[in-house]
């Protein structure tokens, strides 16, 4: 069973950077198809950025250009770098996990792994 840790979580002021964390145990993350979600209060999960065993990534159209997803094969390590944050990413942002690669790589149901989560807060 695939567990993942998430962190780097924190609150900040519009425009400012954060790098998010998640760190994979009980497989190879290098086997493994990553993403990360956020859901804000009230709101539905939504996929933030995945990125496949290849290397392929793709991202939610409001993200794309500010936000950029990476992995480290040899730390088990997932990451998101978030740039020019604005009040409208705040959420709880969650890793997630998948053995088997994804038809849509940005859908909740695709993913059967996920972290506790870590809180992103920006303020204006």
């Known amino acids: 069973q695939v567990q993942l840790v998430e962190s780097g979580g924190d609150s900040v002021q519009a425009g400012g950077s954060l790098r998010l964390s998640c760190v994979a145990s009980?497989?190879?993350?290098?086997?493994?198809?990553l993403a990360w979600f956020r859901q804000a209060p009230g709101k539905a999960r939504e996929g933030v950025a995945a990125?496949?065993?290849?290397?392929?990534?793709s991202y939610l159209d409001l993200v794309e250009g500010r936000f950029t997803v990476s992995k480290d094969n040899a730390k088990n390590t997932l990451y998101l770098q978030m740039n020019f944050l604005q009040p409208e990413d705040t959420a709880m942002y969650y890793c997630?996990?998948?053995?088997?690669?994804?038809?849509?790589?940005?859908?909740?149901?695709?993913?059967?792994?996920w972290g506790q989560g870590t809180q992103v807060t920006v303020s204006s």
């Open positions: 009980g497989y190879t993350a290098s086997s493994l198809y």
């Open positions: 990125i496949y065993t290849d290397g392929v990534t």
């Open positions: 997630a996990a998948a053995e088997r690669r994804p038809i849509f790589s940005l859908l909740v149901s695709q993913y059967n792994n």
